[in-house]
């Protein structure tokens, strides 16, 4: 009988008693700890074969952990303690990276402004690039004017690749995308040579918090299903 694709968020098991944390612990039939053990084998072959990947992987939990206090009292009792900016500024330090590209959308040129500065005053060399750079029409990408968010006049399409070009070029050593679209983020990621991180992400109507919505699924949100 074929395995069903793995669905770990359907997974009706208390957290504690899950096999992904417990090795006596239980998995439904679409649990990929238990279903896919060759995968989980040539996924730790990758950490394995690469140290740059090991040494990632190894300070990015060592960052992970930071992140909490009480830790000494156990799992139910922990508390967090830094907000997610900080945390890319540390983990930027435990890498000894040197230069920060930055990718962000215009609409957070402000926020661009401040992180900029931040990153700046901690010792960062900051290498940043807005999504219209280039001054591209939207036309090449086959919109018409009807499409365009200003129907009234010619507009710059946003361009991710040059965006992640630029900061290869620039040999950048951690990559920070600041609100990047859906699908302009998406092809950043495709051609950034970089390790990259996200600081925001973009929404419009929720101030950039998604999870808002998520949230209220039940209330408010409650048409999204």
């Keep these: 009988m074929e395995k069903q694709p793995a669905n770990c968020a359907r997974c009706p098991v208390k957290i504690g008693d899950r096999l992904c944390r417990e090795a006596q612990g239980k998995a439904p039939d679409f649990c990929p700890t238990d279903n896919l053990e060759e995968l989980t084998s040539q996924s730790l072959d ?5 140290g740059d990947v090991h040494e990632f992987a ?4 060592i960052q992970e952990a930071s992140c909490y206090g009480n830790r000494e009292q156990g799992y139910e009792q922990v508390r967090p303690t830094k907000p997610r900016i900080e945390e890319i500024i540390e983990f930027a330090q435990r890498m000894n990276y040197r230069r920060l590209g930055m990718a962000f959308c215009i609409g957070l040129r402000k926020e661009a ?4 500065q931040l990153f700046g005053s901690r010792g960062f060399e900051m290498v940043s690039v807005v999504c219209k750079a280039g001054r591209s029409s939207k036309e090449f990408i086959g919109l018409d004017r009807a499409d365009q968010i200003d129907p009234s006049k010619d507009e ?28 302009h983020d998406s092809l950043f990621f495709k051609y950034a040579e970089a390790p990259c ?15 808002a919505a998520v949230y209220n699924l039940d209330s408010y949100y409650r048409a999204l299903k």
């Design 46 to 50: 990758e950490y394995r074969a690469n």
């Design 58 to 61: 190894r300070q990015a939990s």
């Design 113 to 116: 402004k401040a992180v900029g």
């Design 156 to 183: 710059a399409m946003c361009n991710p690749i040059l965006q992640a070009m630029v900061l290869n070029k620039e040999k950048t050593d951690f990559n920070i995308l600041l609100g990047l679209c859906v699908g």
């Design 197 to 211: 991180t996200v600081l925001a992400v973009k929404d419009r109507l929720l101030g950039h918090n998604p999870l």
